[in-house]
């Protein structure tokens, strides 16, 4: 059964920093590529940075592209999300996906507030 739970949102003033942790199970980590979503009140979800399976090849957001950081460790199932100089347009709920098996799956969610 494949299960991502993401961790480390929170609450963080403008140009603060965050750590996001997605930890999965259920399938092969390692031969994956995974993502990271966000989805704000009233918006659609969006693509914020995906990270390739073995060779780790990364793409981003224009939105985000020298702000965030995805990057993964295959030997704790685990993909991160490095948030930098975060804006009050970055708050949002973010998600953690991967596409294995034929489907898409999704983690619950952690939000991210950015405000003073």
């Known amino acids: 059964q494949v299960q991502l739970v993401e961790s480390g949102g929170g609450l963080v003033q403008p140009g603060g920093s965050l750590r996001l942790s997605c930890a999965a199970s259920?399938?092969?980590?390692?031969?994956?590529?995974m993502n990271w979503y966000r989805q704000a009140p009233g918006k659609e979800r969006e693509l914020v940075a995906r990270?390739?399976?073995?060779?780790?090849?990364?793409n981003y957001a224009d939105s985000v592209k020298g702000r965030f950081t995805i990057s993964r460790d295959n030997a704790k199932n685990t993909v991160y999300l490095q948030m930098n100089s975060l804006k009050p347009e970055d708050t949002a709920v973010y998600f953690c996906?991967?596409?294995?098996?034929?489907?898409?799956?999704w983690g619950q969610g952690t939000q991210v507030t950015v405000s003073s």
């Open positions: 990270i390739g399976a073995a060779a780790g090849s990364t």
């Open positions: 996906s991967t596409r294995a098996f034929g489907y898409y799956y």
């Open positions: 259920g399938f092969t980590f390692s031969s994956y590529a």
